[in-house]
């Protein structure tokens, strides 16, 4: 029979790689709810148009990526390639709409159609944090900050540098929109086919675009920072002030648009340059639009996600996973009591195995192996005089204690270590 193998672009979060992500998660909630947000979940697959109105149906997310099917009553579907749409979609279904700002924190697998690569995935896991029911722009520098803050914890704020750009408001747009289109009408004939497309539906698309020859001509277009109107570039100013007033260090891009049609005003992204392609570790902005395109009412809102393998392939956070204790059996007598005083053990929060190799000395060769500080030896000879044999992995002395002491010895011994008297 032909060996099943994982679909590409999806992987197996295999013990080590499962704790260095529940690591990043954990940490990352920390620093959340520090701000208030509070953590929330949404399904894996939503109604298809959750994603391709607010999103874009122009984007590539939309356009390429999505894995959208029929279920078997005919409702289209889309698992879910980001969180953002979701919560706003779960705030409006909840009834939340009259009660804000409501602030949430959440992760989860997203899905995404995309060519895998290190740090690009099919399945991947992101964190967000979304701040929705205000338009202050002390809003979006406090989504900021938190972002920062999560990085710092995590010991990789110090290797990305965070790019700040404006998208402006629609009237912004708009003004941009014309004169985007006049320069790139000049060059209509060495634009990508997709960006030849792009040039009627949706310019500002095309700055966006990965295509080589796009890229070159994108480069010298008008930026959108000139046609901010003096709202949005006091918006813009006002969340650039708060950031360095925080000292959070950060660069202009003034080609940053991100690749979702629902963002104006703030966007920004924390890169590195130790993921090599894959850089951007986290990503946000403002998305006011987002919720009138949801049916919903004009509510104003930010927010941001991160990618958790990559976050935790920069964390490098590699604590092996370790035992406290192995109980030891030296014969088939003594099964059963090994069996009842692993539970006891348990019961009192200790991580016990009992190996199962057919030799002593092959059963210790395991609790070392797995890291354990004692082991508890019993045979019939401990039974029968109600004791048992303690073994210090670490320095290899052993002693007899009582049986029923067993646990009580456990528990100082573990205690103590944790104070340091051991
Ligand atoms: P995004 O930039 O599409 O934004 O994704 C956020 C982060 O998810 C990226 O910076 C990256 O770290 C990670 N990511 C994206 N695609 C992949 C992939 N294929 N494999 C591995 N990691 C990936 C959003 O998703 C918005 N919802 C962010 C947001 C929240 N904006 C406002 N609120």
């Known amino acids: 029979?032909?060996?099943?193998?994982?679909?590409?672009?999806?992987?197996?979060?295999?013990?080590?790689?499962?704790?260095?992500?529940?690591?990043?998660?954990?940490?990352?909630?920390?620093?959340?709810?520090?701000?208030?947000?509070q953590a929330m979940e949404t399904p894996?697959?939503?109604f298809k148009e959750v994603f391709s109105r607010p999103l874009g149906e122009s984007s590539d997310v939309v356009a390429k990526e999505t894995y959208s099917f029929q279920d078997r009553g005919g409702a289209d579907l889309t698992l879910r390639p980001e969180g953002t749409a979701s919560v706003m979609r779960a705030l409006i279904s909840n009834g939340l709409?009259?009660?804000?700002?409501?602030?949430?924190?959440?992760?989860?697998?997203?899905?995404?159609?995309?060519?895998?690569?290190?740090?690009?995935?099919?399945?991947?896991?992101?964190?967000?944090?979304?701040?929705?029911?205000?338009?202050?722009?002390?809003?979006?520098?406090?989504?900021?900050?938190?972002?920062?803050?999560?990085?710092?914890?995590?010991?990789?704020?110090?290797?990305?540098?965070?790019?700040?750009?404006?998208?402006?408001?629609n009237e912004s747009r708009d003004n941009y929109r014309a004169s985007l289109v006049s320069y790139l009408l000049e060059y209509k004939e060495s634009l990508s086919v997709d960006s030849q497309r792009r040039l009627s539906s949706n310019p500002l698309r095309i700055l966006d675009s990965k295509a080589k020859e796009d890229i070159e001509i994108v480069e010298n277009a008008p930026k959108l920072l000139q046609?901010?109107?003096?709202?949005?570039?006091?918006?813009?100013?006002?969340?650039?002030?708060?950031?360095?007033?925080?000292?959070?260090?950060?660069?202009?891009?003034?080609?940053?648009?991100?690749?979702?049609?629902?963002?104006s005003h703030t966007a920004f992204e924390f890169v590195t340059n130790g993921l090599g392609s894959q850089g951007t570790v986290l990503g946000g902005g403002r998305y006011d639009g987002l919720s009138s395109m949801l049916g919903g009412p004009n509510i104003g809102a930010v927010g941001f996600a991160a990618g958790v393998e990559r976050l935790a392939l920069l964390t490098e956070q590699t604590e092996d996973f370790k035992y406290d204790i192995a109980v030891i059996t030296a014969d088939e007598y003594a099964e059963k009591h090994a069996f009842a005083l692993?539970?006891?053990?348990?019961?009192?929060?200790?991580?016990?195995?009992?190996?199962?190799?057919?030799?002593?000395?092959?059963k210790l060769k395991r609790a070392n192996l797995i890291g354990c500080t004692l082991s508890f030896i019993?045979?019939?000879?401990?039974?029968?005089?109600?004791?048992?044999q303690v073994k210090f992995m670490e320095n290899g002395e052993q002693k007899q204690i009582n049986k029923s002491e067993a646990v009580s010895f456990a528990k100082n011994f573990f205690e103590g270590r944790i104070k340091g008297i051991q």
């Open 342 to 362: 692993a539970k006891d053990l348990r019961s009192c929060g200790l991580c016990v195995d009992i190996p199962l190799a057919n030799q002593i000395g092959k």
């Open 44 to 46: 894996i697959f939503e």
């Open 227 to 263: 046609f901010l109107t003096t709202q949005a570039k006091k918006h813009f100013d006002r969340v650039t002030n708060l950031l360095d007033l925080a000292g959070i260090d950060w660069q202009l891009d003034k080609k940053l648009v991100r690749g979702l049609d629902y963002y």
């Open 1 to 37: 029979m032909k060996l099943m193998r994982p679909v590409r672009g999806t992987t197996d979060l295999m013990p080590k790689q499962k704790s260095q992500m529940n690591f990043v998660i954990e940490k990352a909630v920390v620093i959340a709810n520090r701000y208030g947000f």
């Open 97 to 169: 709409t009259q009660s804000l700002p409501q602030k949430f924190f959440y992760s989860g697998p997203m899905f995404r159609y995309e060519r895998p690569q290190k740090g690009r995935m099919r399945q991947f896991n992101q964190i967000g944090c979304e701040f929705i029911g205000s338009f202050e722009p002390l809003s979006d520098a406090e989504i900021i900050g938190c972002a920062a803050d999560i990085l710092s914890e995590l010991g990789v704020l110090e290797k990305c540098t965070l790019y700040v750009n404006s998208l402006g408001d």
């Open 378 to 388: 019993i045979g019939k000879t401990e039974i029968n005089s109600n004791s048992l």
